[in-house]
């Protein structure tokens, strides 16, 4: 394909994600992928021509975005680890993209949704910024943030933190980090309480109305009092402590076995 | 201050060469050349009988000889090893400057001249040369680019000549390789040749190139923070287990690393305490000491508990752990100002280590610690104190928290959230099945102790046959001793035996 047309298409591209027309935008976007590729730039190889890297970046980019707002996180992942090549190993060779930290938080975000807290600490150690100045950068400085909020415990920030979200992609994610924090203060909730009113149940979880504590609580099993408006959370029976028995005797034995050995 | 920390940094550069080496002690000490000569002699040795006992004998005074090395040393060494047209020997001058002339006229009188060896040395000699050469030249900047290519030139060199006896110098000489890149600033640069020797390493059942190459590449990884990559490396590459100590120690290190940062601090802790107990002594190496003992005090912490005091005062240790000890300290208090201060405070040391996100993580411990204490001393305790007392930001944010900390079981208690307290209930007995599972943790590891330090018991080779000679003779009088009772027995001792029957 000439390079002509490629430059067409990133045009009409640009313009239909900047309109925020998000069909046209996937239809552009398959039909450039196949261009970069016939060009060897959708996985660069060798040195190719700064300008033309540039734009490939761009592209993904665009589809990173258009992955997001489409809400297909695992195409979200694939442009994402295709950019990550233009982030890391020609970072010396292009101008600095301004989506790249946005893209990057987004990328830590997906991860935090997904729970992989473990990915999330490697990918952050991985950021290119020296470790004291991340939370300087807000894209970066968000996610960290929901993070440790959410490892403390301190959900209200969470939930607070909506609001302050650096970009629109971010909301996205947020709102589905939302039904993990609910479930998550739920289980706490049956931990820590014998009872508790039906409103503060309400703020508690961060629900409008009461009906929709109703759905909720008829969902995880809990007992609703309607006429003290209480919520009562079924004491889980003393568990009684079995003896593990087998192990018991394997682990004896294998003393047993060992002991002979030394002495 | 500022001093203070640069010596500990020195003291980091300096822990990798050390570490390598257990300085070795001379009893009469020997002019440099001399001691070419003689590890010259050495290796030769070790190539002839297949030994190469020897030759790590050699190597391990390396670090030594390192810092005696000069031009003339290392010039005064070939022209007395070599004869005086080998081809070997004209490849090896130009790398070292030209010497003035006087100084060669010295060279031409000395006895060491004059007694020209004949025939042409091992290709292990040379090689062994070259590494003296290279670490010479990394010792001044301006010579950096020129040691980069020496080194490629000798390993092109030791791959092209692949003997088997030149294995323990190659080894060294990769570490030199890398030294070569790293201070010349191109570490990454190395990263394909190193990937592509540890293949053929693995290959060729070359244990010790290939620890020192897996150490080499995890290492340039994690310099370039590529945790992904270096796992990946960790997963699909199997340690030879016939490495050296040294580097089993570095390998542990990096492990413990990478573990610690994908937040298996239980692996990472067993792995950082192995690189303690391989590490050498703490005044051989103690750049290396104090990186493991940092990384390792915070991975303690992170799993919740607290490092043993003693170790603050190590006189290795106590300048370099003076902002860890402060977090420690926090964190015992459960303090998060406190910890929040210590953080700020130190903040451009724990970027240097490294260690800075992971002390970020920290913050959770703190609270849980305070939370724990809050328990401990309260039996009923307002939502609002405990918030007043672990600076939280909202009496809401402190009902979140301690319920999390009651689900996660860090605290026996309820909340009753219309009078707006916590009530704390009595602590756990201390007895039940999870003993038994400490028990046998703590059981298995003392055997598995004990059967590793069996296994690593070694026997010097052939001594069993004088046991056996020593048992023969043993028998040898027993049945002596045996005749001789028999006939004995005609003896006048007999009645006195018979007696007692």
């Keep these: ?263 | 201050m500022a001093d203070v920390e640069m010596k500990v940094v020195d003291a980091k550069e300096e822990k990798k060469e050390d570490k390598t080496t257990t300085e070795e002690k001379k009893p009469v000490p020997l002019t440099p050349v001399a001691e070419i000569k003689a590890n010259v002699a050495l290796i030769e040795r070790a190539v002839s009988t297949l030994e190469p006992r020897f030759i790590h004998r050699v190597l391990r005074s390396l670090m030594h000889l390192r810092k005696k090395l000069d031009d003339k040393v290392l010039r005064d060494a070939i022209q007395a090893i070599y004869p005086t047209d080998s081809p070997a020997k004209q490849s090896l001058l130009p790398w070292l400057p030209n010497a003035p002339a006087e100084e060669s006229m010295d060279v031409d009188s000395t006895p060491a001249a004059s007694k020209q060896p004949q025939s042409e040395p091992i290709p292990e000699v040379e090689i062994y040369l070259r590494l003296l050469i290279i670490h010479h030249l990394l010792t001044s900047a301006e010579t950096y680019a020129k040691a980069t290519k020496l080194a490629h030139e000798t390993v092109d060199k030791m791959q092209a000549l692949s003997r088997r006896s030149m294995d323990p110098i190659a080894a060294k000489v990769w570490y030199a390789v890398e030294r070569a890149y790293e201070l010349g600033g191109e570490l990454a640069e190395a990263r394909p040749l190193f990937l592509a020797a540890q293949r053929t390493a693995a290959l060729r059942h070359d244990d010790e190139t290939e620890a020192s190459l897996i150490n080499r590449i995890l290492r340039s990884y994690l310099q370039y923070s590529l945790y992904d990559q270096a796992d990946k490396l960790v997963s699909k590459t199997s340690f030879p287990a016939a490495a050296g100590n040294p580097q089993h120690a570095r390998y542990h290190y990096y492990l413990g690393r990478i573990k610690a940062v994908q937040l298996n601090y239980t692996a990472a802790h067993t792995n950082l305490q192995q690189a303690i107990r391989r590490a050498p002594p703490a005044k051989t190496a103690p750049g290396f000491y104090q990186a493991v003992h940092k990384l390792s005090i915070v991975v303690e912490l992170l799993m919740g508990d607290i490092p043993e005091r003693s170790l603050f005062r190590h006189p290795v240790l106590e300048k370099a752990l003076a902002g860890y000890f402060e977090i420690v300290k926090a964190v015992r208090n459960g303090s998060l100002s406190q910890f929040q201060n210590t953080l700020s405070n130190y903040a451009a040391q724990f970027e240097a280590d490294k260690t800075y996100t992971l002390i970020v993580r920290l913050r959770q411990n703190v609270i849980k610690t305070g939370i724990r204490r809050l328990s401990l001393s309260y039996s009923r305790i307002s939502l609002r104190d405990i918030c007043v007392k672990l600076h939280l930001d909202s009496e809401e944010d402190a009902e979140y928290i301690v319920g999390k900390a009651i689900r996660d079981g860090v605290i026996e208690g309820r909340i009753v959230h219309e009078k707006g307290w916590m009530e704390c209930g009595g602590q756990k007995s201390g007895y039940g099945p999870e003993v038994s599972d400490v028990f046998s943790r703590r059981i298995s590891y003392c055997l598995e102790l004990h059967n590793q330090s069996v296994k690593a018991m070694r026997y010097p080779l052939n001594a069993h046959r004088k046991e056996l000679a020593a048992a023969e003779g043993a028998r040898e009088r027993e049945k002596e001793l045996a005749k001789e009772i028999q006939e004995g027995d005609l003896d006048d001792e007999g009645p006195d035996l018979g007696e007692g029957f």
């Design chain 1, 1 to 263: 394909m000439a390079s002509s047309q490629l430059g067409q298409l990133y045009k009409e591209l640009q313009q239909a994600f900047m309109s925020g027309n998000l069909q046209q935008t996937g239809v552009l976007l398959a039909r450039l992928k196949i261009g970069l590729t016939e060009a060897g730039l959708l996985v660069p190889f060798g040195n190719p021509n700064p300008q033309d890297l540039v734009v490939a970046r761009d592209i993904l980019e665009v589809g990173a975005f258009w992955s997001i707002r489409t809400k297909d996180i695992p195409s979200f992942d694939r442009y994402f680890s295709q950019l990550l090549t233009f982030y890391n190993d020609y970072s010396s060779l292009l101008p600095p993209s301004p989506r790249e930290y946005p893209l990057r938080g987004l990328n830590l975000i997906r991860l935090l949704t997904q729970n992989r807290i473990a990915d999330f600490h490697t990918t952050l150690e991985s950021l290119p910024l020296p470790a004291d100045s991340l939370t300087a950068n807000p894209y970066i400085a968000h996610p960290i943030n929901l993070e440790q909020w959410l490892m403390e415990g301190s959900y209200s920030k969470v939930w607070n933190a909506r609001e302050e979200a650096p970009t629109e992609e971010y909301k996205f994610f947020v709102d589905s980090l939302m039904g993990t924090i609910r479930n998550e203060i739920a289980s706490c909730e049956e931990a820590a309480y014998d009872s508790l009113p039906l409103k503060d149940a309400a703020t508690l979880l961060f629900f409008k109305s009461t009906n929709d504590v109703l759905a909720f609580a008829k969902q995880r099993g809990w007992q609703v009092d309607l006429g003290a408006q209480k919520i009562h959370f079924a004491k889980k029976a003393e568990d009684k402590v079995e003896i593990p028995k087998e192990r018991l005797i394997a682990a004896n034995l294998q003393y047993a076995r060992e002991l002979e050995q030394i002495v």
